[in-house]
């Protein structure tokens, strides 16, 4: 099985939760024979993939940067090239510009969400976004929050209860120096 991650930043140039999260799937995933790569946006992007800690990750070139959400003209044609190589693409949320990418390539492969959060700090943004964040939640698969209270007290995932569940995340303990 192949897995594609899909998020707006990730190592090397970027350590974060998310990317954090993305990175312990992908070697957990491995110790099960499952392939992942990972689709991220840069403004330092190589053309060619790179390769971290022994996966794939695509870089597509940031254009601009509107309210911490990277945006790439670039990112529409690698994303259609390369996901059909893969049986199911796994979205991280939030991240609207993923959503347009499941929207012009995506659609016709399975999809999970990782809905690792609710919109908060984007008062005026997430009204705007509304309607594209219904279309994606609706059509894709599966939605994975991180815990049951998230799933319990989120306004959004209670619209999506029907295809939702919480699935904790499972760090590598022997990451993080104590």
Same mark, same amino acid.
């Given at each position: 099985?192949?897995?594609?991650?899909?998020?707006?930043?990730?190592?090397?140039?970027?350590?974060?939760?998310?990317?954090?999260?993305?990175?312990?799937?992908?070697?957990?995933?491995?110790?099960?024979?499952?392939?992942?790569?990972?689709?991220?946006?840069?403004?330092?992007?190589?053309?060619?993939?790179?390769?971290?800690?022994?996966?794939?990750?695509?870089?597509?070139?940031?254009?601009?940067?509107?309210?911490?959400?990277?945006?790439?003209?670039?990112?529409?044609?690698?994303?259609?090239?390369?996901?059909?190589?893969?049986?199911?693409?796994?979205? #991280?949320?939030? *991240? &609207?510009f993923g959503d347009l990418l499941y929207l012009h390539g995506g659609r016709s %492969?399975?999809?999970?969400?990782? @809905?690792?959060?609710?919109?908060?700090?984007?008062?005026?943004?997430? #009204?705007?976004? *509304? &309607?594209?964040?219904?279309?994606?939640?609706?059509?894709?698969?599966?939605? %994975?929050?991180?815990?049951?209270? @998230?799933?319990?007290?989120?306004?959004?995932?209670?619209?999506?209860?029907?295809?939702?569940?919480?699935?904790?995340?499972?760090?590598?303990?022997?990451?993080?120096?104590?």
């Amino acid at each position: 099985m192949r897995i594609l991650h899909v998020y707006k930043s990730y190592y090397p140039e970027v350590y974060g939760g998310v990317p954090q999260a993305i990175r312990h799937l992908v070697h957990g995933c491995a110790e099960h024979g499952i392939e992942s790569e990972v689709f991220t946006l840069s403004a330092n992007a190589a053309d060619d993939p790179i390769t971290f800690e022994g996966h794939r990750v695509t870089q597509a070139k940031t254009s601009v940067e509107v309210a911490s959400t990277p945006l790439s003209i670039e990112a529409f044609s690698k994303f259609r090239k390369i996901a059909p190589q893969f049986d199911v693409i796994h979205y #991280h949320y939030p *991240y &609207p510009f993923g959503d347009l990418l499941y929207l012009h390539g995506g659609r016709s %492969i399975p999809s999970i969400v990782t @809905y690792h959060c609710d919109i908060v700090r984007q008062r005026f943004l997430k #009204h705007v976004y *509304y &309607p594209l964040q219904t279309v994606f939640l609706k059509s894709v698969d599966r939605i %994975i929050c991180t815990s049951t209270n @998230y799933m319990d007290t989120s306004p959004v995932l209670q619209q999506f209860l029907y295809k939702t569940e919480a699935i904790s995340l499972g760090l590598n303990k022997e990451a993080f120096p104590m």
